[in-house]
């Protein structure tokens, strides 16, 4: 199936035919007008150069009008086999698209709402057919039908015309499209963008994001430049005011031969307080007792913290490099995994 976007927007084409995928852009004197392009030609010459099959519109009341604007259009600069010239169905316009069909060029007749309008143009040759889904469905009518007796008819007598899915309002339609086996569809820019969207893929795939980092980042590449450390003697107070400066619930002790005495948090300090002894904060840190210590080395990969995190139920765990103290990993640190 063909998808076409359908847009007059030069940001939107141009960032959508990035995608590689698209086979062409259908547009309109609406999208024109609405974009507020004020040199319809020398847009299109542009589109033409950006896009694969540049499908515009050829306007006329007569079928020699409508001929003489498609062959004005070509002289723009237009390759003809890359160019198909949108005709709105009627009896001279299905004219026009025989004669143009006789030329060789591509025609696609639209704005059909009835099986006998999609019938006319594909006798005439036209080598789209596009029924307006949305605008059908807007006034109570069964536009899938349509779109599958038009498939169906092509099927049966053999006609060379492609049915192309058009006037998309929702992702439904797309599904739709496809199951009806259209040979074409034509979306707007919003819901070309929003066709890979899927609540379960994108939770698979952060899943997957998460456990790639889990088991190819080290512990060193996810700790923060601060090491915070104090000395044994360090009054309590002292220790308080370093660990606000740090930005850290806890903060390192290490003894005078330069061991880990221990590592003290804000939780520590919570239970000392509920002592109620008037001193707490005069005491130094070596008069306190710690739990045994929780580390990880620098070089571990982060699935270790994160496991040891699981297992000890503790926000902070000393991060250690050949036995020495290089830093804190905090639970906060992980939100992301």
Not at 113 to 135: F, K
Not at 146 to 168: D, G, N, P, R, W
Not at 259 to 270: K, Y
Request: proline share 3%; charged share 25%; with cysteine.
């Amino acid at each position: 199936m063909e998808l076409y976007l359908d847009s007059a927007n030069l940001k939107e084409i141009e960032g959508a035919f990035k995608l590689g995928i698209l086979d062409g852009l259908t547009t309109t004197p609406t999208f024109m007008q609405r974009e507020g392009v004020m040199d319809v030609d020398g847009t299109i010459k542009k589109l033409s150069k950006i896009v694969p099959i540049l499908q515009i519109e050829a306007l006329g009341e007569t079928a020699e009008e409508i001929t003489k604007e498609t062959h004005r259009l070509l002289k723009l600069g237009l390759n003809p086999k890359k160019t198909v010239f949108k005709i709105p169905v009627s009896l001279e316009g299905i004219r026009a698209c025989k004669m143009l069909n006789e030329e060789g060029l591509m025609v696609n007749i639209h704005l059909v709402y009835t099986l006998q309008q999609a019938y006319m143009a594909m006798h005439a040759g036209a080598t789209y057919v596009c029924p307006l889904v949305g605008r059908l469905q807007d006034q109570g009518h069964d536009a899938l039908d349509l779109v599958e007796k038009c498939v169906k008819a092509i099927k049966e007598y053999s006609y060379k015309t492609k049915v192309m899915f058009s006037s998309v309002r929702h992702i439904e339609h797309v599904r739709n499209a496809v199951t009806l086996g259209v040979h074409a569809i034509t979306v707007p820019y919003k819901i070309l963008v929003s066709l890979t969207e899927n609540n379960f893929t994108t939770v698979g795939i952060q899943q997957f994001v998460r456990d790639t980092k889990l088991t190819t980042t080290k512990v060193g590449d996810l700790i923060r430049k601060t090491n915070p450390l104090v000395s044994a003697e360090t009054k309590l107070i002292d220790a308080l005011i370093k660990m606000t400066n740090y930005g850290f619930g806890a903060i390192t002790v290490i003894n005078k031969n330069g061991s880990v005495r221990g590592i003290f948090t804000d939780g520590d300090l919570r239970r000392q307080l509920s002592l109620k002894d008037k001193n707490i904060l005069l005491k130094s840190l070596d008069k306190f007792d710690y739990k045994p210590l929780i580390s990880v080395e620098y070089d571990d990969l982060l699935g270790v913290a994160v496991q040891l995190f699981k297992e000890t139920k503790v926000d902070t765990i000393l991060v250690t490099k050949k036995g020495k103290p290089v830093g804190m990993l905090d639970i906060q640190d992980m939100e992301s995994y």
